[in-house]
Structures are given as C-alpha cells and as structure tokens.
C-alpha cells in the first residue's frame, strides 16, 4: 500500500477496555497509524495502559506508558488526530463517533450503533471492499468517513461464506453460533452461571448476525447497498471458552459444485494478495482436513504473517450432501471479529486514498 512519510495519528476510544486493549497491541508499533491518544472514562484517567493491562499477550512499549485522558470530541480533534479507532460501548458509541466525523475525524469503529446505518459502510474487505468505494462518494465532503466493522460472528461468517457464495447459489443459510466469553466483554459472563453449562441466548445478538451478513453479502446499486434476500436462520449460544467463535453452518444450495471446487475457492480465497495491507492474512481462510479441527484452543490465532495472527477464518469438518453444504468455521472474536477488523479497514480506506479527507477541508 502507499504510505505517507509521515504516519497518520490515531487514538483509541474506550483503550481499557478488551478490545481497546487489543487495539492498541496492533497499533502500537504500526507501520501506517502513530498511536497517540488513549480515550478512556473518568475512573481511568492518568492511568498507564499497562497498568491496566489484562491481555496475555505483552502490552506494545509505544503504548505501554501512554496515559488515558477524559476527553471528548472537541478536544480529540484538537490535538491533531486523524482517525480514531472506537471500542466503546454499544450505545454509547453513536453520539461520540458521529461529533467526531462532524469535525473532521476519520471513525473506524467496533460498535453496533452504525452497522446498519445505510450512509455507512459495514465492512469486511476480504468480502465487500467495493461497498467502501460506493458509500465513500456520497459521503459529505467536510465530514470524517464513520466505517463499521460487522458482529464478531457475522466477520468470520462471511468471510467463510464468500468464497464459495456463487459456486452455490445458497437459498437459505442455517448457523449455531458457539461464542466465547469474551464478546460479552473483560466482564466476561459471570463464572458461576457460565462454568459447567451453555447459555442459549445472546441479546439481540442473532438479529444482528442475520441482518449485517445479509448486508455485507449484498450488492451495490448506484451509491447503496442492497442487502443479500437470502435467509439466514440464526441460533446463539455463549460457551465456556476465553476467545474464538465456533459456528456451525449449513447452505441449502441451488447449485451442485464438486466438493473439490468447493475446497479449492476456500484454499485460493486471498483477495487483499498484493495490496500490502498489514493486518490482511494471507491467505485469507486456513482449510482444515482433519475430522476435529476447528478447535478454538487450537485455531484461534489462525493467519499470518505475524501481524495478521487471529485475522484468518479456521473452516473445517466439510460436508457435502447436495443441496445441503455443512461445516464449521471459526474465528478470533476480538481480533478478526474486533480490533483487527477495524484496522484492516483502515488500511484499506489509506490504501484507496479515503483518510484525512474531512480535516484537508
């Protein structure tokens, strides 16, 4: 990708936070984004990030000493940031990313609140960078681009689903999600309610996986998106398990491919192959062969090179029986389906030229 001689400043909103927290592990010695600011709350503020620290992998030196400020759109635009990456609260999220671009700021952000927002690109660039393209030129010229990355589950769905969408032709999609604990937070699931049991129900959570896959499957009309009219019939489980979706899918297919041209389009599926986008894996989904894989202990930290570790989609257990595909697919909630998602979108939207436009105004 084209890079700037100087790297564009950005700042974490929400940086304690878990998928903060695993934002700033791959901003902190980016070679795009100069990490400069940690948004944090009240209760937060003046602490060291790595005083806060709860990942297991190793707070980056950049940001370990960087200090969380209380501070709002205003003041972010203030100093100099160019982007912002948000891992705030679904709900709260909304109101801060939207002054945000209003000044000037580019928002690549992991909450809900703009996901289905029509003005907005919900995005997956493996899977529907020419979504970008399309709401990009409508967008206003004096305001910061807002770019949403999907539910974590939704991510590695369609990512699993892509490669093989128009070999099959699906009419109907059937998924079981098996999500970890950490989507619902450093909170987690409380131990006693979660250990030696499942928890079949995940607010709102497979509305959303049913609603942003069929968005991000769509196509583009002029400068929209229209949703995929496939079904997709959704169950959301929460499991005992720290990171890592596992997803259980069927796709009753119209059309009969060989499983072997099946296999190959998931094995040959790496669209972002030349961009130098950092945080793309390539390639894009590791095909499993053995009858247990995929396994979230195992598979998680799926991609590579080294900067894309947990951004590549585990798919595996592979059935066949027309019209009726079945496998299972698994992902890093936080990483594919979080923190690494957003700034593999902001790669792309730097690549294509889309950053900064709002503050050059």
């Known amino acids: 990708m084209t890079r700037s001689p100087t790297r564009l400043r950005c700042a974490i909103l929400g940086a304690s936070g878990y998928i903060g927290q695993h934002f700033a592990r791959l901003l902190g010695d980016h070679p795009v984004f100069e990490l400069t600011l940690l948004v ?14 709860q990942l297991s992998e190793e707070c980056p030196p950049a940001a370990s000493d960087l200090r969380l400020r209380s501070v709002g759109p205003a003041e972010i635009a203030r100093r100099g940031v160019d982007l912002v990456f948000s891992g705030l609260p679904s709900g709260t999220a909304g109101r801060v990313e939207t002054e945000l671009a209003r000044r000037g700021v580019d928002v690549f952000t992991n909450a809900s609140d703009h996901r289905m927002d029509p003005r907005v690109p919900l995005l997956v660039p493996e899977v529907n960078a020419d979504h970008l393209d399309a709401l990009v030129r409508g967008r206003g010229a004096r305001s910061g681009l807002i770019v949403a990355d999907p539910n974590c589950s939704a991510a590695g769905l369609v990512v699993a689903l892509r490669p093989v969408w128009d070999l099959l032709r699906p009419r109907a999609v059937h998924v ?12 987690g699931v409380a131990s006693l309610a979660i250990t030696d049991n499942v928890v079949p129900f995940i607010a709102r959570e497979e509305e959303k996986v049913a609603a942003e896959s069929q968005r991000m499957l769509g196509s583009v ?93 585990s798919v595996g257990r592979v059935r066949w029986e027309a019209p009726y595909l079945r496998f299972f697919a698994l992902s890093h909630n936080a990483v594919r389906g979080g923190a690494g998602g957003s700034v593999l979108n902001a790669e792309l939207a730097a690549e294509r030229g889309y950053l900064g436009r709002g503050r050059a105004t």
């Open 176 to 187: 079981t999600t098996y999500q970890a604990l950490s989507g619902a937070g450093l909170l």
């Open 40 to 53: 944090g709350s009240d209760r937060n503020s003046g602490q060291r990030l790595s005083d806060l620290w």
């Open 221 to 313: 009309a002029g400068r929209a998106v229209r949703p995929s009219a496939v079904p997709f019939v959704v169950h959301c489980a929460r499991v005992g398990v720290r990171d890592g979706h596992l997803e259980a899918i069927t796709v009753e297919a119209r059309q009969r491919p060989s499983q072997g041209a099946l296999e190959r389009a998931w094995m040959r599926f790496d669209p972002l192959v030349g961009h130098g986008l950092p945080t793309a894996p390539h390639p894009a989904i590791a095909l499993r062969s053995e009858t247990d894989r995929p396994q979230p202990v195992r598979d998680r930290w799926a991609g590579s090179p080294a900067r894309a570790r947990g951004m590549a989609v």
